[in-house]
């Protein structure tokens, strides 16, 4: 899976981001969440997680409490209740120009 990170203006603006796999990376149901921290993480999902949108959408907003904050990218199969991939922890630098 790739993911790219996009800026609304170079070094200003709201954050995106956008998923992409091979052709044969087939999961059903897939959605993007954000969950805050560097948890080790098990299914379920944390109560506290933020769904961002389906991983089939094109470009994904992130909302600026996401912007803001260290966590990470978790995606979950809703059909078959689980955790497929979750990525490193990170957090995004210069959200609040």
């Known amino acids: 899976m790739q ?3 996009l800026r609304e ?3 200003a603006g709201k ?3 956008e998923l992409s796999a091979d052709e044969d990376f087939t999961k059903p149901d897939l ?3 954000w969950v805050a921290g560097n948890a080790t993480l098990t ?3 944390p109560g506290g997680a933020v769904l961002l949108g389906t991983f ?3 470009l994904l907003p992130l909302p600026d409490t996401v912007a803001r904050s260290s966590g990470q990218l978790v995606l979950f199969s ?3 209740n689980e955790i497929v991939d979750v990525s490193k922890s990170f957090q995004l630098k210069d959200s609040t120009k």
């Open 3 to 5: 993911v790219h990170w």
């Open 9 to 11: 203006h170079q070094g």
């Open 15 to 17: 954050f995106a981001v």
């Open 31 to 33: 959605m993007v969440y």
């Open 43 to 45: 299914d379920p999902l």
């Open 56 to 58: 089939s959408s094109t």
């Open 78 to 80: 809703l059909a078959d």
